[in-house]
Protein backbone atom coordinates (compact mmCIF):
# COMPACT_ATOMS: atom_id res chain seq x y z
CA UNK A 1 0.00 0.00 0.00
CA UNK A 2 1.22 3.57 -0.97
CA UNK A 3 2.03 5.77 1.92
CA UNK A 4 3.63 9.15 1.78
CA UNK A 5 5.86 11.30 4.00
CA UNK A 6 7.19 14.63 4.82
CA UNK A 7 9.00 16.71 6.58
CA UNK A 8 6.33 18.36 9.31
CA UNK A 9 8.38 21.88 8.69
CA UNK A 10 11.05 23.84 7.34
CA UNK A 11 12.60 27.42 7.72
CA UNK A 12 14.14 29.45 5.11
CA UNK A 13 15.10 32.97 4.24
CA UNK A 14 14.11 34.74 1.47
CA UNK A 15 16.48 34.49 -1.90
CA UNK A 16 17.07 30.88 -0.84
CA UNK A 17 16.49 27.53 -2.86
CA UNK A 18 14.23 25.31 -0.86
CA UNK A 19 13.52 21.87 -1.74
CA UNK A 20 11.02 19.52 0.00
CA UNK A 21 11.11 16.12 -0.49
CA UNK A 22 7.93 13.50 -0.14
CA UNK A 23 8.81 9.63 0.14
CA UNK A 24 5.52 8.04 -1.39
CA UNK A 25 6.76 3.77 -1.49
CA UNK A 26 4.48 1.15 -3.57
CA UNK A 27 3.15 3.82 -5.75
CA UNK A 28 1.99 2.25 -9.54
CA UNK A 29 4.54 2.88 -12.46
CA UNK A 30 0.95 4.88 -14.14
CA UNK A 31 0.96 7.30 -11.27
CA UNK A 32 1.64 11.11 -11.20
CA UNK A 33 2.83 12.96 -8.41
CA UNK A 34 0.96 16.23 -7.80
CA UNK A 35 2.14 19.05 -5.29
CA UNK A 36 -0.13 21.68 -3.94
CA UNK A 37 0.34 24.71 -1.76
CA UNK A 38 -1.93 26.19 1.04
CA UNK A 39 -1.63 29.31 2.30
CA UNK A 40 -3.48 30.44 5.87
CA UNK A 41 -7.45 30.80 5.59
CA UNK A 42 -7.08 29.46 1.78
CA UNK A 43 -7.86 26.10 0.36
CA UNK A 44 -5.22 24.12 -1.52
CA UNK A 45 -4.03 25.26 -4.90
CA UNK A 46 -2.36 23.04 -7.58
CA UNK A 47 1.22 24.00 -8.19
CA UNK A 48 2.78 21.38 -10.11
CA UNK A 49 2.45 17.34 -11.34
CA UNK A 50 5.01 15.22 -13.22
CA UNK A 51 5.53 11.74 -13.99
CA UNK A 52 9.13 11.49 -13.76
CA UNK A 53 12.75 13.18 -14.54
CA UNK A 54 12.23 16.48 -14.10
CA UNK A 55 9.26 19.09 -14.89
CA UNK A 56 9.13 22.80 -14.46
CA UNK A 57 7.04 25.65 -14.87
CA UNK A 58 6.94 29.03 -14.00
CA UNK A 59 6.23 28.45 -9.96
CA UNK A 60 8.52 25.59 -9.51
CA UNK A 61 10.69 22.13 -10.72
CA UNK A 62 9.66 18.83 -9.82
CA UNK A 63 12.42 16.02 -9.49
CA UNK A 64 11.44 12.23 -9.56
CA UNK A 65 14.12 9.92 -9.26
CA UNK A 66 14.18 6.60 -11.36
CA UNK A 67 13.00 4.48 -8.81
CA UNK A 68 10.29 7.02 -8.03
CA UNK A 69 10.15 6.00 -4.70
CA UNK A 70 10.23 9.87 -3.73
CA UNK A 71 9.74 13.68 -5.53
CA UNK A 72 11.23 17.07 -4.71
CA UNK A 73 9.69 20.20 -5.10
CA UNK A 74 12.48 22.92 -6.06
CA UNK A 75 10.75 26.86 -4.80
CA UNK A 76 13.95 29.04 -6.43
CA UNK A 77 14.33 32.05 -4.96
CA UNK A 78 11.58 31.50 -1.82
CA UNK A 79 10.23 35.04 -0.69
CA UNK A 80 7.84 35.88 2.17
CA UNK A 81 4.74 34.65 0.30
CA UNK A 82 5.93 31.41 -0.47
CA UNK A 83 5.41 30.62 3.37
CA UNK A 84 3.25 28.16 3.19
CA UNK A 85 2.06 24.51 3.43
CA UNK A 86 2.77 22.18 0.77
CA UNK A 87 1.23 18.82 0.49
CA UNK A 88 2.10 16.06 -2.32
CA UNK A 89 -0.53 13.89 -4.04
CA UNK A 90 -0.07 10.37 -5.16
CA UNK A 91 -2.81 8.28 -6.43
CA UNK A 92 -2.56 4.44 -5.26
CA UNK A 93 -3.89 2.26 -8.13
CA UNK A 94 -3.26 -0.70 -5.99
CA UNK A 95 -5.71 0.79 -3.85
CA UNK A 96 -8.51 1.30 -7.02
CA UNK A 97 -7.33 4.83 -7.34
CA UNK A 98 -7.21 6.14 -3.68
CA UNK A 99 -6.15 9.58 -3.56
CA UNK A 100 -3.31 9.86 -0.62
CA UNK A 101 -2.04 13.30 0.27
CA UNK A 102 1.31 13.57 2.60
CA UNK A 103 0.72 15.48 6.08
CA UNK A 104 2.11 18.80 4.77
CA UNK A 105 5.08 20.49 5.49
CA UNK A 106 5.02 24.30 6.81
CA UNK A 107 7.58 26.28 4.95
CA UNK A 108 8.77 28.90 7.07
CA UNK A 109 10.41 32.06 4.87
CA UNK A 110 12.36 34.73 7.03
CA UNK A 111 13.45 38.29 6.18
CA UNK B 1 -10.95 31.35 -13.28
CA UNK B 2 -12.45 28.83 -12.02
CA UNK B 3 -14.75 29.26 -8.51
CA UNK B 4 -15.13 26.75 -6.03
CA UNK B 5 -17.46 28.43 -3.13
CA UNK B 6 -18.35 26.92 0.38
CA UNK B 7 -21.84 28.14 1.77
CA UNK B 8 -19.81 29.02 5.81
CA UNK B 9 -16.42 29.75 6.37
CA UNK B 10 -17.24 29.07 10.23
CA UNK B 11 -19.81 26.91 11.56
CA UNK B 12 -20.53 26.36 15.28
CA UNK B 13 -23.27 23.53 15.84
CA UNK B 14 -24.32 21.61 18.63
CA UNK B 15 -23.61 17.49 19.15
CA UNK B 16 -26.32 15.26 17.66
CA UNK B 17 -27.38 18.49 15.28
CA UNK B 18 -28.18 17.71 11.95
CA UNK B 19 -25.04 19.60 9.90
CA UNK B 20 -25.13 20.55 5.66
CA UNK B 21 -22.14 22.15 4.49
CA UNK B 22 -23.07 23.40 0.23
CA UNK B 23 -19.92 23.23 -1.79
CA UNK B 24 -20.81 25.13 -5.52
CA UNK B 25 -18.35 24.74 -8.41
CA UNK B 26 -18.76 27.54 -11.49
CA UNK B 27 -16.86 25.33 -13.78
CA UNK B 28 -18.91 22.78 -14.82
CA UNK B 29 -16.90 20.14 -13.59
CA UNK B 30 -17.41 16.49 -13.20
CA UNK B 31 -15.82 15.62 -10.04
CA UNK B 32 -16.23 16.71 -6.59
CA UNK B 33 -14.81 16.07 -3.52
CA UNK B 34 -15.26 16.58 0.19
CA UNK B 35 -11.62 16.33 2.41
CA UNK B 36 -11.40 17.25 5.57
CA UNK B 37 -8.13 18.57 6.90
CA UNK B 38 -6.92 18.01 10.73
CA UNK B 39 -2.98 19.32 11.88
CA UNK B 40 -0.92 16.44 11.82
CA UNK B 41 -3.25 14.36 9.44
CA UNK B 42 -3.09 16.25 6.32
CA UNK B 43 -6.25 15.86 4.07
CA UNK B 44 -8.60 13.02 3.76
CA UNK B 45 -11.14 12.51 1.53
CA UNK B 46 -14.84 12.07 3.10
CA UNK B 47 -16.41 11.17 -0.38
CA UNK B 48 -16.19 11.95 -3.64
CA UNK B 49 -19.02 11.89 -6.89
CA UNK B 50 -17.73 11.82 -10.56
CA UNK B 51 -21.53 12.87 -11.75
CA UNK B 52 -24.97 13.90 -11.00
CA UNK B 53 -26.55 11.62 -8.18
CA UNK B 54 -23.59 9.34 -8.03
CA UNK B 55 -21.36 8.87 -5.30
CA UNK B 56 -18.16 6.47 -3.95
CA UNK B 57 -16.81 6.51 -0.35
CA UNK B 58 -13.31 7.59 0.37
CA UNK B 59 -11.35 6.92 3.10
CA UNK B 60 -13.35 8.42 6.21
CA UNK B 61 -16.89 8.42 5.25
CA UNK B 62 -18.23 7.33 8.33
CA UNK B 63 -20.58 10.00 10.38
CA UNK B 64 -21.23 11.24 7.13
CA UNK B 65 -23.40 11.44 3.59
CA UNK B 66 -23.37 13.17 0.82
CA UNK B 67 -25.98 14.65 -1.69
CA UNK B 68 -25.34 15.34 -6.02
CA UNK B 69 -28.43 16.31 -7.23
CA UNK B 70 -27.13 19.07 -9.43
CA UNK B 71 -24.00 18.82 -11.12
CA UNK B 72 -22.22 22.13 -10.25
CA UNK B 73 -23.42 21.54 -6.58
CA UNK B 74 -22.08 18.73 -3.90
CA UNK B 75 -23.33 18.65 -0.19
CA UNK B 76 -21.62 17.25 2.77
CA UNK B 77 -24.25 15.92 5.46
CA UNK B 78 -23.65 15.36 8.81
CA UNK B 79 -26.42 13.21 10.19
CA UNK B 80 -25.94 13.91 14.32
CA UNK B 81 -22.54 15.93 14.81
CA UNK B 82 -20.08 14.56 17.31
CA UNK B 83 -17.50 16.73 18.94
CA UNK B 84 -14.70 14.70 16.77
CA UNK B 85 -15.91 15.95 14.19
CA UNK B 86 -14.98 19.42 14.76
CA UNK B 87 -12.85 20.16 11.59
CA UNK B 88 -11.70 22.42 8.99
CA UNK B 89 -13.84 20.53 5.86
CA UNK B 90 -12.77 21.55 2.42
CA UNK B 91 -14.43 20.58 -0.95
CA UNK B 92 -12.59 20.37 -4.29
CA UNK B 93 -13.86 20.13 -7.96
CA UNK B 94 -11.65 19.00 -11.11
CA UNK B 95 -12.92 19.11 -14.57
CA UNK B 96 -13.03 15.22 -15.36
CA UNK B 97 -13.17 11.93 -14.18
CA UNK B 98 -9.84 11.24 -13.52
CA UNK B 99 -8.29 10.84 -9.97
CA UNK B 100 -4.88 12.47 -11.42
CA UNK B 101 -7.01 16.11 -12.83
CA UNK B 102 -5.95 18.91 -10.93
CA UNK B 103 -7.90 19.64 -8.00
CA UNK B 104 -9.28 23.10 -7.43
CA UNK B 105 -10.64 23.95 -3.78
CA UNK B 106 -12.89 26.22 -1.80
CA UNK B 107 -11.81 28.80 0.91
CA UNK B 108 -12.52 25.71 3.91
CA UNK B 109 -15.32 25.50 6.35
CA UNK B 110 -14.16 25.27 10.14
CA UNK B 111 -16.76 23.28 12.04
CA UNK B 112 -16.89 23.51 15.74
CA UNK B 113 -19.05 21.02 17.39
CA UNK B 114 -20.07 21.43 20.72
Known amino acids: ?23 HNNIA ?28 NEVASLFIPADRKSSTLSLPRVSLSDTAVYYCLVVDYNQGGKLIFGQGTELSVKP | DVKVTQSSRYLVK ?17 NMFWYRQDPGLGLRLIYFSYDVKMKEKGDIPEGYSVSREKKERFSLILESASTNQTSMYLCASSQFSGVQETQYFGPGTRLLVL
Not at chain 1, 2 to 17: C, F, L, N
Not at chain 1, 29 to 38: G, H, K, R
Open chain 2, 14 to 30: RTGEKVFLECVQDMDHE
Open chain 1, 1 to 23: LAKTTQPISMDSYEGQEVNITCS
Open chain 1, 29 to 56: TNDYITWYQQFPSQGPRFIIQGYKTKVT
